[in-house]
């Protein structure tokens, strides 16, 4: 069901599947709904009561009580655009704040962040499936189950999810992101070249759909690493990478995954210098002990790549040693 953010609805006509429909919205987007009736309506139902003509000046009050309204309610609207990795710190500050109907919402969402930070990926799969349904439907409960799911090997399951959410809403950074993790895993334990194809071109698709979020790119270009022989394409995409996350520190508050992103992007340019400079700097800003965990597996595959090559170095060793060191206790 397509939900715009304001909408004012005539319920003289509607019948009880409309009734419906309209109580799935106001559960969806409190707040945003103004009900106008010439006839009967639920008494449960505020409804503005007109007899020939709608009053227009007390529908326009309404609605700008509706939009104040709105704003206490505010998780929805998140949880509704959280397309990229990035955004689910956001949410987890928002969902902390208390609100009167986001509330159960915020804590829900808290809690399986929480899960998350600790590899509970069972115990997130759990509650996202005990949560009440316009809440389980969100996108960033929809993809955080898939990554969950993934970790936990149903790897099926994990991309039906993704699949489902592309076909409602297309491409996407942080879904196009994490259905290329689930290639990645297959490839990494098949070793079959199909998986790693599908891996960059979701991967790709990812960063195509917003070039702002540096995270599915960085992961494209070093699975073109990894190709053998390497894909031709990553030198054309690993500066647009670097500028993405270059300029998201330069507006932002940088996290775990910028400095990770540009230690990366140092060990694929053989830049020792820079690689240990971004590595003190992703150490500092750790918060999940899975998050360096990741990071060690994408360098170690990268080493191994080159050593296949006969180009590897010895250096890269340490960072990833140090990265694991971080992912224990």
């Known amino acids: 069901m397509l939900l715009c953010p304001f909408a004012v609805v005539d319920v003289t006509r509607v019948d009880a599947t409309g009734y419906y429909g309209l109580g799935m919205r106001h559960a969806q987007r409190p707040g945003t709904t103004v009900a106008i009736a010439a006839g009967a309506a639920p008494e449960w139902l505020d409804a503005i009561r007109y007899s020939a003509v709608p009053q ?99 790897r099926e399951e994990a991309e039906s999810i993704l699949r489902e959410l592309l076909e409602e809403r297309g491409p996407s950074s942080e879904t196009c992101a994490i259905l290329g993790r689930i290639y990645k895993d297959r490839w990494d334990e098949t070793q079959e070249r199909r998986w790693l194809d599908q891996a960059i ?7 195509e759909a917003d070039w702002r979020d540096a995270y599915p790119g960085i992961n494209a270009v070093t699975l073109m690493e990894l190709a053998d022989p390497p894909d031709e394409r990553r030198t054309e995409i690993l500066p647009l990478v670097r500028y993405a996350v270059e300029r998201k520190i330069a507006k932002d508050n940088p996290d775990y995954w ?67 060191s971080r992912t224990r206790g």
């Open 201 to 207: 071109g979701a991967y790709l698709a990812g960063f």
């Open 56 to 154: 227009r000046e007390a529908i326009a009050a309404a609605l700008k009580q509706q939009r104040s309204s709105a704003r206490r309610h505010s998780i929805f609207s998140l949880l509704e655009l959280a397309t990229d990795h990035a955004k689910t710190d956001i949410l987890r500050e928002e969902a902390r704040k208390p609100a009167d109907v986001g509330a159960q919402a915020g804590i829900l969402v808290d809690r399986l962040l929480s899960y998350r930070a600790v590899s509970a990926w069972s115990d997130m799969v759990e509650l996202a499936a005990k949560m009440p349904l316009p809440l389980a439907r969100t996108a960033l409960v929809r993809e955080q189950t898939a990554w969950a799911l993934n970790r936990l090997h149903r």
């Open 258 to 324: 910028d400095y990770a992103t540009l230690l990366e992007l140092a060990i694929l340019g053989e830049d020792r210098s820079k690689a240990e400079k971004n590595l003190t700097q992703a150490l500092a800003a750790i918060r999940e002990k899975w998050e360096p965990e990741t990071t060690a597996r994408n360098l170690r595959l990268i080493r191994e790549a080159r050593e296949r090559r006969g180009a590897g170095a010895e250096w890269p060793k340490d960072i990833e040693r140090a990265l694991l």
